[in-house]
Nanobody, 114 residues
Framework: VQLQASGGGLVQPGGSLRLSCAAS????????KGWYRQAPGRQREVVAL???????NYADSVKGRFAISGDNAKNTIYLQMNSLKPEDTAVYYC?????????WGQGTQVTVSS
C-alpha cells in the first residue's frame, strides 16, 4: 500500500485547509484510513479515522471542526479542517491500516499562524 498526501500549508487562525490522501497498491487489504499528526516535541496522535463502511472517529480536540471523508472510486480520503487554531500546527500523516499492518504517507506540514 502506498499513500500520497497533499494539501498542507500556512493558514491564519480561524482559517480552513483540506488535506487529501490517495492510496494505491493492495488497497483491498485496507480496513481503516485516517490522519495522525505530530507537533514538535510531542508524540504522534490520532486526528481522525474512517472505516471502509464510513464509520468515523475523531480526537476530542478536533470534534466539530474537522471532518474526514472518503471517495472510494478515487481511493482517496480527505480531511477538511475548519476553524484552525495555532495548536493544530503539526506535520499531518496519512494512515492506512490492514489486519496487522500500518502504512504511512509522507507528512504534510500544517502551520496555523498570524
Amino acid at each position: 500500500v502506498q499513500l500520497q498526501a497533499s494539501g498542507g500549508g500556512l493558514v491564519q487562525p480561524g482559517g480552513s485547509l483540506r488535506l487529501s490522501c490517495a492510496a494505491s497498491g493492495n488497497i483491498w487489504r485496507i480496513i481503516r484510513k485516517g490522519w495522525y499528526r505530530q507537533a514538535p516535541g510531542r508524540q504522534r496522535e490520532v486526528v481522525a479515522l474512517i472505516t471502509g463502511s464510513g464509520v468515523t472517529n475523531y480526537a476530542d480536540s478536533v470534534k466539530g471542526r474537522f471532518a474526514i471523508s472518503g471517495d472510494n472510486a478515487k481511493n482517496t480520503i480527505y480531511l477538511q479542517m475548519n476553524s484552525l487554531k495555532p495548536e493544530d500546527t503539526a506535520v499531518y500523516y496519512c494512515y492506512a491500516g490492514t489486519i496487522g499492518e500500518a502504512y504511512w504517507g509522507q507528512g504534510t506540514q500544517v502551520t496555523v499562524s498570524s
